[in-house]
């Protein structure tokens, strides 16, 4: 199953609405979760199952969708929240593939 | 407080091979079934391996199948990804990654550790 993200680039400003868009190639029910990933760091579980705020998670990230199309938004950009964010299905067991990526950086 | 830590990157010549460890502490090693996940220099994120919680059931992506070798020791509470036959596209950062189940479905990797970097080059 492939995974695209739009856009691929995303510049912005501390307080805007972003919204990225994650679309699979093919049905994967609820079976998507967010990363976010800062430089020089690990990825970090944001949203599973869609819309399932992970624990610890600040209330301004939210995740919709399902089937092929999913969205993550981010209410009011906070300046920790530039950075790259992953979608990955976890429908086609056990090859759970990510997106290319979603840079977002500071306008 | 869990945590997951990498070792064995190193810089090796094409056809070397090497073997990662992953140490895990802090949760119940052996409930959870294990993945590594790497991302070459600049690069997105490439799920590589699983491992079943009990070792029964492993999986690979296609660009490592039949050369790279993943176990576990759940006495030791430790992830292996054995690498052979190493090219220059597997350069790459590799993370240990914990699995997070709800109900009886995988739903993401919650935990991941820092990273081990390999580089394949001569």
């Known amino acids: 199953i492939q995974l695209t993200q739009s856009p691929s680039f995303l510049s912005a400003s501390v307080g805007d609405r972003v919204t990225i868009t994650c679309r699979a190639s093919?049905?994967?029910?609820?079976?998507l979760a967010w990363y976010q990933q800062k430089p020089g760091k690990a990825p970090k579980l944001l949203i599973y199952?869609?819309?399932t705020l992970q624990s610890g998670v600040p209330s301004r990230f939210s995740g919709s969708g399902s089937g092929t199309e999913f969205t993550l938004t981010i209410s009011s950009l906070q300046p920790e929240d530039f950075a790259t964010y992953y979608c990955q299905q976890l429908n086609s067991y056990p090859r759970y593939s990510f997106g290319q990526g979603t840079k977002l950086e500071i306008k | 407080e869990v945590q997951l830590v990498e070792s064995g990157g190193v810089v090796v010549q094409p056809g070397g091979s090497l073997r990662l460890s992953c140490a895990a502490s802090?949760?119940?090693?052996?409930?959870?079934?294990m993945h590594w996940v790497r991302q070459a220099p600049g690069k997105g994120l490439e799920w590589v391996s699983l491992?079943?919680?009990?070792?029964?059931?492993?999986y690979y992506a296609d660009s490592v199948k039949g050369r790279f070798t993943i176990s576990r020791d759940n006495s030791k509470n430790s992830l292996y990804l054995q690498m052979n036959s190493l090219r220059a596209e597997d350069t790459a950062l590799y993370y240990c990654a914990k699995d997070q189940i709800l109900g009886s479905s995988s739903v993401g990797f919650d935990y991941w550790g820092q990273g081990t970097l390999v580089t394949v080059s001569s």
């Open positions: 199952a869609a819309s």
């Open positions: 491992i079943s919680w009990d070792g029964g059931s492993t």
């Open positions: 093919q049905g994967i029910s609820s079976y």
């Open positions: 802090g949760f119940t090693f052996d409930d959870y079934a």
